[in-house]
């Protein structure tokens, strides 16, 4: 015996949207591209994080967004795929596409090549961040003479995030524990960076009793991390 299918009136589904990759690190065609013809900070390159997309042309062809995941984390945004910049074009550093047979490279005219550094995250009154000598960042800790008193430096490597050089910042205090048993005379915090100023939160990360050696440990991280 033979059933009839029985009709629907059901409409087709609409075919699912292709997903998206999630954030990786930067092509390696790209990265090089970077380096050697825009003549970036090799360091500060490979440090980035990128988006891609299918393009049109060829399996082989792709969009791509650069981002800083130091500048995303500092707006708390939440990085899922090429399109989550469509609201925050401002993070996006670099932009294009780029072909895996071919090996070209194009970036996006109106996306301007330069060190990311936004309005935002400039010092008070515009103009660049002061950049301090290993010396500077050690006169500045012998100045602290109070219990608790606090000097900080921007980083451009640490834990945190935020700040114009886009790692949060350093905090030396002179501890007020000193000279307590098993205490040392600084310790220094990371901390994230909002507005210019770290948050109160804070990561206690070494203590020590050598200005010199906590004047050594931030210049090491207290930099431009590319050429502005």
């Given at each position: 015996?033979f059933?009839k299918k029985?009709p629907?009136t059901?409409?087709?589904?609409?075919?699912?949207?292709?997903?998206?990759p999630?954030?990786?690190?930067?092509?390696?065609?790209v990265?090089?591209?970077?380096?050697l013809d825009?003549?970036l900070d090799?360091?500060?390159t490979?440090?980035?994080?990128?988006?891609v997309?299918?393009?049109?042309?060829g399996?082989?062809r792709?969009d791509?967004?650069?981002?800083?995941e130091?500048?995303?984390?500092?707006?708390r945004m939440?990085?899922?795929?090429?399109?989550?910049f469509d609201?925050?074009?401002e993070?996006?550093?670099?932009q294009?596409?780029?072909?895996?047979?071919?090996?070209e490279?194009?970036f996006?005219?109106?996306?301007p090549?330069a060190a990311p550094?936004?309005?935002?995250?400039?010092?008070?009154g515009?103009?660049?961040v002061?950049i301090?000598?290993?010396k500077?960042?050690w006169?500045?800790?012998l100045?602290?003479?109070?219990?608790?008193?606090?000097?900080?430096?921007?980083l451009?490597?640490?834990?945190a995030s935020?700040g114009?050089?886009?790692?949060?910042?350093?905090?030396?205090?002179?501890?007020?524990?000193?000279?307590g048993?098993?205490?040392?005379?600084?310790?220094?915090y990371?901390?994230n960076v909002e507005?210019?100023?770290p948050?109160?939160?804070?990561?206690?990360?070494?203590d020590s009793?050598?200005?010199?050696?906590?004047?050594?440990?931030?210049?090491?991280?207290?930099y431009?991390?590319s050429?502005?």
């Amino acid at each position: 015996m033979f059933w009839k299918k029985k009709p629907t009136t059901e409409e087709p589904s609409e075919p699912k949207a292709e997903k998206l990759p999630g954030p990786r690190s930067i092509e390696e065609l790209v990265g090089r591209h970077m380096v050697l013809d825009l003549k970036l900070d090799p360091d500060w390159t490979w440090q980035l994080r990128s988006v891609v997309r299918p393009r049109s042309g060829g399996a082989h062809r792709f969009d791509f967004r650069v981002f800083d995941e130091a500048q995303v984390a500092a707006k708390r945004m939440k990085v899922k795929d090429y399109t989550s910049f469509d609201n925050y074009p401002e993070l996006i550093l670099y932009q294009g596409w780029f072909d895996k047979v071919s090996m070209e490279v194009h970036f996006e005219e109106k996306k301007p090549m330069a060190a990311p550094v936004t309005a935002e995250a400039a010092p008070p009154g515009g103009g660049e961040v002061q950049i301090f000598t290993e010396k500077e960042i050690w006169q500045k800790i012998l100045g602290l003479s109070e219990p608790g008193s606090t000097v900080f430096f921007y980083l451009a490597g640490s834990p945190a995030s935020g700040g114009p050089l886009g790692r949060g910042a350093a905090i030396v205090e002179l501890n007020p524990n000193y000279p307590g048993k098993k205490q040392k005379r600084y310790v220094l915090y990371t901390a994230n960076v909002e507005d210019m100023q770290p948050v109160d939160k804070r990561t206690r990360f070494f203590d020590s009793d050598s200005s010199k050696e906590m004047a050594k440990w931030i210049k090491e991280r207290h930099y431009k991390p590319s050429t502005y």
